[in-house]
């Protein structure tokens, strides 16, 4: 599906006392459904301001997102909220787990408010903790955490799931295995998958590249022939 | 040191986070405020009650004699070391009537510089008629200023032997330091209790020895009343005078008896001289008398000889009047002879005159014939002759005329010296029926004299007898004469002064409770707040740290700013508390003791101290433990962020088939009160106190209404007592009891003897009423007698006596024991205790007419009427009340209302320390939840950002933090009910004042209303948080840490 995330002129201006920042300056790219995107830049770029912008934490100054036809930017907070809670999946760097439930909870904890989740024992198995279901996330790895929080983020059968430097809190080895699953969860699913990284590295991995820079894409490109993660080395 | 970096972000930090400094700083002041707020009150009461009692110049030592006390006493008193001045005053207890009613007034004099009273209305009395009557009196009777009020003695001796007047003028109105509440005192007379003071200028009194002395210690006044330095100082001096006592016991008595015989000798020479008198006095009365006689007995015989010779004149008289009479006869018989003469007379004059005129007509004839001639001749003769016999006749008549005429003048004259005697016999007649009358009038004065010399000389000697009684009376009175005792008193003999003491005790109580758990949550929450304001600026730390400063550089920041908002804010919670907190208690107490208006709040330091001592203790104890745990680690861990709080399976989980059911949030949010056990027990605490002193506020409230309920509806079931006089015969008594029957409102009535008794353990002595019902069997119907646990009725039997129990409980008495009654003139009695009954409003002991007997040694003299009426209202108690009053017999009446009214204003004192409870109970409650709560979201921001994240609605995630604190709020209300019970126990007992008991009870409603309260703070908490929950900001909040 064509333009499934478009974004047009999104500008985010951040008023910090009497300095204005433009942490997105009209940006403007088009997603289609089912792709695995990639969003590099280096730090301060606005990644994570569109990628916030994307999943409905925060609002654009100016300028209109659609999502699957439904112009998000003209949403108020509460339909935010339902979009949030229906259409994302969010992955963190910190994974941002409830600490005071365990892997399997935390995954429920998600599913309990949406319309039409999987079931959590299957995704926690397809992530490949099944056998870690009742651990508490301070008993957990920081891979199997980042595990925990994209079936989190799966169980919810989003529209997107948007994932902000999944890897960077991870080592080498499981951050890639973070991204195989990614990856795979994409090709398997069809799911929309966004990722922010600062690592050029990864690039191509990603069905659709777009660099960012100074709050602004200085070029997007498609790639015909992603390479899977495993071939990928850094 | 020269770290102007780290001075500036000291400073920052204040700015930056001024909600936690001020959290820090408010939660101080008020625990500091309250803290040595209350505490403060005790001495500050202590401060006050001296101020007032030193304003009013109030004496130290009172010293009382049996006999009096003279002059040389006052000086000796004087002269004791350590005495500063002393002054002689009078007293007396007496009776006063207003309308039918009497009542008991304590009549003292007024002091020339102690013991001033206060004078709120009016003028101070100055002649020897006028007084000044108790203000509290006056506002409540139908007296006022300006009327005149009359006293009698209520015993066998004249009031004038005490007083110079009976009747005095009311000037003014006063309150007195020697009566700073409500009660006056006990007394003999009357219903045995005093009603009202009457003040009266020195003048009016007509006693030649004070009934007491009133003393001031050296340097007693600079110290506080209440305190043992105070108490001892005037022990120490009242040991001194009582090393001079049995001295001055000595000449007192000396000089009485000596007195004494002197009258005696006088008297006793007085009834001698009587006696003669008497004797000489007889003598004279019957010469007196004798003369009397003597001369009304002449008189008399004058009398009679005079009506003798009246008698004899009157017989004359009366044949004068004989005489008179027939010579009277006899001139009328003359008369008619006289009569009969002339009519012959007459006769033969007109046979002449037809012979003269035969012989005229013979003679005119002519006829001159012999025979003519011959009869004219011989007629003529016969003429001559005729008319010879008739002039002869004539005269004979005229001579009887004559004759007859002296004869009837003689008579005449004969009646008028009759009439002249008869005159002269009627007057003296009539001198004689006077002198008659005067004589018996003589008899009548010499009778009357003689029985009143009868009547004078008997009187005489009765008066003698009497006298040489007296006499004996006298000298046996001086034999049997015991030496003067005297009773030497401090402040507490007075009434209610004590209490006051007392109350301020109770203060302490109270302000070592309630301070200190406020105090506690206070330091616990500025605990808290601390430790977690260490714990955000870990990743500071550490930096400063890496860079190298000193640790104690870094923790001198968080010690800095504890320092500075624990200090400011006991500042400024002591400068507040000290003031506000005993101003409001010392003015609530203002009710119980209406005249004491001096407020003395000075600054005690010592608890201030304390309080801010202890704050800044907690506070940089926990800054200080914090930062030490903080500091300890390595600079780069601390730059990681801290390992998060593992999960933990809470014990619940076991117990598979209850957690299986649990609704998933509800297990996140037990799981989170597990986690956070420091937070749960801060709230549970916090909450808990808060409902437990609300709870104790609205029980104290429920404690002390539910007594005159329970008191007047449950436990006296009547409605009123009339008192009756010393002397009401039994007469009187069934007149009442009758009179009264026959009121429709009237449902019952019983005899009973009512009089207020000492009664002690041998350490502490009390008083009590002692109540001896004549009518045991009926009595039950009149006062209820049960345990106040179990409700097992008593029946008074012949075995003991029944005691009340906060009376019981003063004397430490349990059944079975044995207390002792202080009777003034049978010396110490024993009583066994056979049961303890529950009872709210003053001291009772129960007891049968035969254990009364057993005890005292005589039958009951019952002097009161309990009745009870239909509807038992004031109206219908009052007007049976009024009736009985007009009846012969009745001394006063005291209704069951008038004991409501004395309940009605302690709760009024007892009101505003609850209101202020209470509000410092929601404040608290506020301020803690909002805090914790406070604490509680900014710990959990990054979790309930992903929670929004994870498309949760404001109000689900504020459910999600809500649901925790509901369940902490029932649980620290569950907590606070059980704290709360506890304290009310405590409580209650403490702040009992002597005469009353309060119920033990909470109501139900109390526990909803403290409950609602709580819940309604902490849901005002709640919705102020959830503002706080909606402003989090997702994207700032789960931006990678920094």
Partial sequence: MKDFVKLQDITKIYKMGEVEIRAADNISFSIDKGEFVVIVGPSGAGKTTVLNILGGMDTATSGTLLVDGEEITAYNSRRLTEYRREDIGFVFQFYNLVPNLTALENVELALQICRDPLDAREVMEEVGLGDRLNNFPAQLSGGEQQRVSIARALAKNPKLLLCDEPTGALDYNTGKAILKLLQNMCRERGMTVIVITHNQAIAPMADRLIHIKNGQVSRMELNEHPMSIDDIEW | ???????????????????????????????????????????????????????????????????????????????????????????????????????????????????????????????????????????????????????????????????????????????????????????????????????????????????????????????????????????????????????????????????????????????????????????????????????????????????????????????????????????????????????????????????????????????????????????????????????????????????????????????????????????????????????????????????????????????????????ADAEAEINDLEKPEWYIYDRSNLPDYTGYGENADRMRAIGEVFPAIFFLVAALISLTTMTRMVEEQRTLIGTLKALGYEKHSIAGKYLGYALLATVSGSVVGILFGEKVFPYIIINAYGIMYQHMHDIVIPYNLGYGLGAAAAALASTLLATILSCYKELREQAAELMRPPTPKQGQRVLLERAAFIWKRLNFSWKATIRNLVRYKKRLFMTIFGIGGCMALMLVGFGLKDSIFAIVDIQYGEIQLYDGNIILTDDATDEEKNNILTELDKDSAMTGSTEGLLTQISVGNGDEWHDVYLDVPKDVEEFSEFVVLQDRVTNEKYELDDSGAVLTEKMAKELDVKPGDTITIRDEDRGDLKVEISAVCENYMGHYLYMTPAYYEKVYGETPDYNSIFYKTADRITEEAERIGEEALAMPGTLSISYTTDLREQVDNMLGALDEVIVVLIISAGMLAFVVLYNLNNINITERQRELATLKVLGFYNGEVAMYVYRENIVLTILGAIFGIILGKILHGFIIVTVEIESVMFGRNIDLSSFVYGFLLTLLFSLLVNGAMYFKLKKINMVESLKSVE
């Fill in chain 2, 1 to 471: 040191m020269k770290k102007k970096a780290l001075r500036k972000d000291f400073y920052m930090e204040i700015r930056r986070s001024t909600g936690r400094f001020m959290s820090i700083f408010f939660i101080v002041a008020i625990g500091c405020a309250f803290f040595s707020g209350i505490r403060a009150s005790e001495p500050d009461m202590r401060y006050s009650g001296d101020a007032y009692f030193d304003n009013r110049n109030m004496m130290d030592i009172e010293v009382i004699s049996t006999l009096g006390l003279t002059d040389d006493d006052l000086q000796a008193i004087e002269d004791v070391d350590g005495i500063e001045a002393a002054e002689g005053g009078y007293s007396v207890d007496v009776l006063s009537s207003e309308g039918d009613n009497q009542i008991a007034v304590h009549v003292m004099s007024l002091l020339p510089s102690m013991n001033q009273v206060q004078l709120e209305d009016g003028r101070l009395p100055e002649a020897e008629d006028e007084c000044a009557v108790d203000v509290d009196y006056l506002n409540e009777s139908s007296l006022k200023i300006g009327d005149k009020i009359t006293l009698s003695s209520g015993s066998d001796d004249e009031i004038t032997d005490t007083l110079k007047t009976d009747t005095f003028t009311i000037t003014g109105a006063v309150s007195s330091p020697n009566y700073i509440s409500f009660q006056r005192g006990s007394t003999t007379i009357g219903n045995g209790s005093v009603t009202a003071f009457i003040v009266v200028p020195e003048k009016s009194f007509a006693l030649d020895v004070y009934t007491e002395i009133y003393a001031q210690v050296d340097g007693a006044k600079e110290m506080t009343a209440f305190t043992d330095e105070y108490d001892d100082r005037v022990q120490e001096v009242i040991d001194k005078i009582e090393e001079i006592k049995d001295e001055r016991e000595q000449i007192r008595y000396d000089e009485i008896v000596d007195e004494a015989n002197e009258a005696l000798e006088d008297a006793r020479q007085q009834v001698t001289d009587a006696e003669k008198e008497l004797e000489d006095g007889k003598a004279e009365a019957q010469a007196e008398l004798a003369d009397a006689r003597q001369q009304l007995e002449d008189a008399q015989a004058e009398v009679d000889s005079g009506r003798q010779e009246l008698e004899s004149s009157k017989q004359q008289l009366e044949s004068s009047r004989q005489q008179l009479k027939d010579s009277q006869a006899q001139v009328d018989q003359g008369q008619e002879e006289l009569n009969a003469n002339i009519d012959a007379l007459n006769g033969q004059i007109d046979e002449l005159n037809a012979a003269k005129e035969q012989y005229n007509a013979l003679a005119a004839s002519g006829a001159t014939d012999d025979v003519t001639m011959a009869t004219l001749n011989a007629m003529y003769e016969e003429i001559q002759k005729g008319e010879s016999a008739v002039a002869q006749a004539q005269a004979q008549i005229d001579a009887a005329k004559a004759e007859l005429e002296s004869g009837q003048q003689q008579i005449n004259s004969g009646w008028d010296q009759i009439t002249q005697g008869e005159q002269k016999i009627s007057d003296s007649e009539a001198q004689l029926a006077d002198a008659e009358a005067e004589i018996a009038d003589g008899w009548e004065e010499y009778y009357e004299g003689e029985a009143e010399a009868e009547q004078e000389i008997a009187d005489g000697e009765q008066k003698i007898a009497d006298a040489k009684e007296e006499l």
